[in-house]
């Protein structure tokens, strides 16, 4: 059996990526185990598992999807490597052993002393520093748990996994295998998994024999997640994932050392371009704009915007997730990531938990509906009294971000927490919609599309994004947004297992020097 290989991403001498995909036969996932069996290491599961950076070539090499697991075999540990994990277990040893003594000094007393709870706190801090050591040495050696079964279950999901939200993509066949068959009840039988996971209803869709399920959680939950896998035992039906985002590297060992569950990492902005390509062509409603939209009212109204696929390169993709990256598509099978800013939906997350007693973005959005950002933002209207017909500028547009907080006496008129969060969603805002235009400008692109979960339920930024292409660019341009906004990128890692006919069998990265790019 054969798999896809993951893209592998050759550095040039000027930094541009080529990316690349290449189909190359699958090798067997050799399972090993400790030669020297008195040391009671655990044994070591498959060669390189996470996915691993060579710097000579900058190329990623993951492991195969679908191998075979063949029968153990033996690895020696060298000496140094025995010495090293036994040094740490017998420090490990040692801090216990004082931490215990102090337990029953304290017990003994009743009451601690201070030394000893100073020297307690320090004890503990220096135990999970040890934990941490003691697993990083092991885990080369450590045995994969169910390592004797392969499932094919994880074929049909996709995992995106940024810095706020994971999203995961599953495709559920009409057709199905037994080990299929207890993933897709385990999906089905309720909306919400854990304590942040939901799976959004209004999002799924058939497609040929099968459906497609989309569901959503926290990142910082991500061992919660596995927890849940491993607790309801899915992770016996599932020997990889494809996955994406930052997350497919980050938590690679955590999946792996917990479920056993090898992550195959793509590239980020493939995926998302992929996803969306494929979303495009085959869901008819998928795009819609936002004519008319003005910043006097919150009231608008959403049309379905009919396009071939054909009909919209070149255009701009605006993907807003933690930051934001601007993409320039020129066809199918070309792209290039020319822009971006740090200013995304991180900021203001951050920015609102800083300042507001809001925890969740969902938080943030809703007492922003309730504010008002003219109460803390300069307006033109401010400064000339009306409309600036000179420069065509309604008296509603923002002059200054804040620029009332110049003037204002916060002691007797405090600034409220919904004032706030609702400026700082339109001063992230507008700086998305002004660097969006600017580079569909520079580059002449047809279209500009809007993405990622910062848009989700989110009204106040699609009416002020709507709004500012539309005025910049003196109606030459309209913001075109997804129904699916945020799942781009987990689509476009699961069509990398299920190949559907339709998406196009390669997509490459082209430089085009006109335009600078920028990190997130």
Request: aromatic share 8%.
């Amino acid at each position: 059996m054969s798999t896809t290989q993951p893209d592998s991403v050759h550095s040039t001498v000027d930094g541009i990526h080529d990316l690349s995909f290449a189909s190359k036969p699958s090798s067997s996932d050799q399972m090993f185990q400790v030669l020297n069996t008195s040391t009671d290491l655990p044994a070591r599961s498959g060669a390189e598992r996470s996915p691993q950076l060579h710097p000579q070539t900058a190329q990623f090499d993951t492991p195969e999807c679908s191998a075979p697991l063949t029968s153990p075999s033996v690895i020696p540990i060298s000496e140094a490597d025995h010495k090293r994990i036994q040094d740490t277990r017998d420090q490990l040893e040692q801090i216990e052993s004082q931490l215990r003594e102090i337990e029953y000094r304290q017990t003994e007393r009743a009451k601690a002393g201070a030394a000893d709870r100073d020297r307690g706190m320090e004890l503990k801090r220096k135990l999970h520093l040890c934990q941490q050591q003691l697993t990083e040495q092991e885990l080369p050696f450590r045995t994969v748990p169910n390592s004797k079964r392969k499932g094919e279950g994880g074929r049909w999901f996709g995992l995106d996994i940024g810095g706020t939200l994971a999203k995961l993509v599953f495709y559920e066949p009409l057709s199905q295998t037994r080990d299929l068959a207890q993933l897709s009840k385990f999906v089905n039988a309720s909306e919400y998994y854990g304590s942040t996971g939901k799976r959004v209803l209004q999002l799924s869709f058939s497609f040929q024999d099968g459906l497609f399920h989309f569901i959503l959680f926290e990142t910082h939950r991500m061992a919660s997640a596995i927890d849940l896998i491993v607790q309801n035992r899915l992770h016996s039906d599932m020997s990889t994932l494809s996955a994406t985002g930052g997350g497919a590297y980050k938590y690679s060992r955590m999946f792996e050392q917990k479920a056993g569950i090898v992550m195959t990492a793509y590239g980020e902005l493939e995926c998302a371009v992929r996803g969306l390509l494929f979303l495009v062509r085959h869901v008819k409603d998928e795009l819609y704009t936002i004519p008319n939209a003005t910043l006097s009212t919150d009231t608008f109204q959403k049309e379905t915007y009919e396009t071939s696929i054909d009909d919209m390169f070149p255009f701009i993709v605006v993907n807003i997730g933690s930051g934001v990256s601007v993409l320039f598509v020129e066809n199918e099978r070309t792209f290039e990531r020319v822009n971006g800013t740090a200013l995304g939906g991180g900021t203001y997350l951050g920015l609102c938990r800083l300042f507001t007693r809001c925890e969740t973005f969902e938080e943030a959005l809703r007492l922003a509906e309730r504010g008002h950002a003219s109460k803390l933002d300069l307006l033109v209207g401010d400064i000339y009294g009306g409309d600036c017909e000179n420069l065509s500028l309604p008296s509603s547009a923002t002059a200054a971000s804040f620029g009332k907080a110049m003037t204002m006496d916060i002691e007797k008129d405090p600034i409220q927490p919904e004032d706030f969060a609702r400026a700082l969603l339109t001063m992230i805002s507008n700086n998305i919609g002004q660097i969006a235009l600017l580079t569909a400008r520079q580059l002449k692109a047809k279209h500009v599309v809007f993405a990622g979960n910062f848009l989700r339920h989110n009204n106040i930024s699609q009416r002020t994004l709507a709004f500012a292409t539309n005025f910049w660019s003196k109606g030459t341009l309209e913001a075109l947004f997804l129904r699916h906004e945020g799942f781009c990128g987990a689509l476009g890692a699961l069509l990398h297992t299920i190949p559907f006919d339709s998406v196009p069998a390669a997509l490459k990265k082209q430089r085009n020097a006109s335009v600078t790019s920028r990190s997130d």
